[in-house]
């Protein structure tokens, strides 16, 4: 493994930040069950299938579960298959109380692997995998128990440590912002991460963390950056999916404003660069990527081959491309790119071990 594995312009980093236009969700996209089988490239129904049930953040929610549907469709047009019964397809959940009925929709349309997307969904995959025994499922973010569940986490602390040296050798105020969503385990490895990264450049950076308790609330993402971007901080790291985006909001305000204004956005899950276009100019510093996609498309060729792990946990990291940081088109010198590089390397290689949780101040 090179160093320049980990390189931000790589082209492999790069694809995983396409943004999917042709994604938007349509009525009938949303509740497909109708759908005829799909047909691969000799025009015969496929022998396996794939789908995915988006949480409530949205099949284009320029973040995970977009990053999700990325890696099912092209999987699915690898294989020559076509969106629909039989090939690939996905259904959208515009409430926690839409999963169990998706879930159990897909399994009755004979999809041979189904993912649920998100921690949020361990319940409902675990009460349908245990009456739809035939069909494969995957839980994406978190962790569920059965035979015929294959569970999938991320070490997203390696991918915000890369974040947080990122920004701790581009501050000029010596002053960080992390934004979460809702405060669980997987946003802390991010927060945890990012803490860690910022601390191996400079401990002295003062980095001011906090949660807003949900992922779809725009306008609390806004508040939050609007507090610290007032309080001198000038790079935020965002964990939050939708509410991000508010972040990402503020961000360009202040930078509308005031086109000398330094402030900067870190996005996450998917490249979000296209998030913080502002005029000629962009609010992006980089984004952190968690590649769902490349899970995705790993277990869907285990399931595909005879080789599904159910009952197990996989865990995608550095080592494996499970994480990565987007391209950062100029806006971070090479100079720097290259210590970032540096920190990649030795984390994939195992000499620096990123801690999960963030330590608690006595």
């Known amino acids: 493994m090179t160093k320049r594995k980990f390189g931000l312009a790589m082209s492999l980093v790069l694809a995983a930040g396409t943004m999917l236009a ?22 015969e129904k496929s022998e396996f299938s794939i789908a995915m049930v ?54 009755r349309r004979d999809f041979n692997l189904v993912f649920g997307v998100g921690y949020l969904m361990e319940d409902a995959i675990s009460e349908i995998a245990a009456q739809q025994t035939d069909t494969n499922f995957a839980i994406i973010d978190g962790v569920v128990d059965a035979p015929n569940v294959a569970s999938v986490l991320f070490k997203e602390q390696e991918g915000g440590y890369l974040a947080g040296v990122a920004a701790a050798l581009m501050t000029k105020s010596n002053k960080i912002g992390f934004v979460g969503g809702q405060d669980i385990p997987v946003i802390e490895r991010f927060e945890a991460g990012f803490i860690e990264g910022v601390k191996a450049i400079n401990p002295e950076i003062k ?6 308790g949900a992922f779809d609330k725009a306008e609390l993402g806004k508040a939050e950056a609007g507090r610290m971007y007032s309080s001198g901080v000038d790079i935020i790291f965002h964990a939050a999916g939708g509410t991000g985006n508010g972040v990402f909001s503020e961000a360009k305000e202040r930078k509308q404003a005031d086109k000398d204004a330094y402030v900067w956005v870190i996005g996450v899950d998917s490249d979000q660069y296209d998030e913080g276009k502002v005029g000629d100019a962009n609010v992006t510093l980089t984004s952190m990527l968690k590649r769902v996609d490349v899970a995705v498309k790993d277990l869907s060729s285990l399931a595909m081959e005879g080789n599904f792990p159910g009952g197990e946990t996989k865990v995608y990291g550095l080592h494996d491309e499970g994480v990565a940081l987007a391209d950062s088109r100029g806006a971070i010198p090479q100079d720097v790119l290259d210590q970032i590089d540096e920190f990649a390397q030795k984390i994939a290689d195992g000499e620096i071990e990123v801690p999960e949780f963030v330590e608690k101040k006595k």
């Open 207 to 212: 980095v001011d963390s906090k949660y807003t």
């Open 54 to 107: 988006t949480d409530i953040g949205g099949i284009d929610d320029k973040s995970f579960n977009q990053s999700a549907w990325k890696g099912v469709k092209e999987f699915g047009e690898e294989q020559g298959w076509e969106k629909g019964t039989g090939g690939y397809d996905y259904l959208q959940s515009a409430g926690s109380a839409d999963y169990t009925t998706n879930l159990n929709n897909l399994a």
């Open 22 to 43: 042709a994604c938007g969700s349509t009525d009938k996209e949303k509740d497909n069950a109708g759908d005829k089988p799909a047909a691969g490239n000799d025009g």
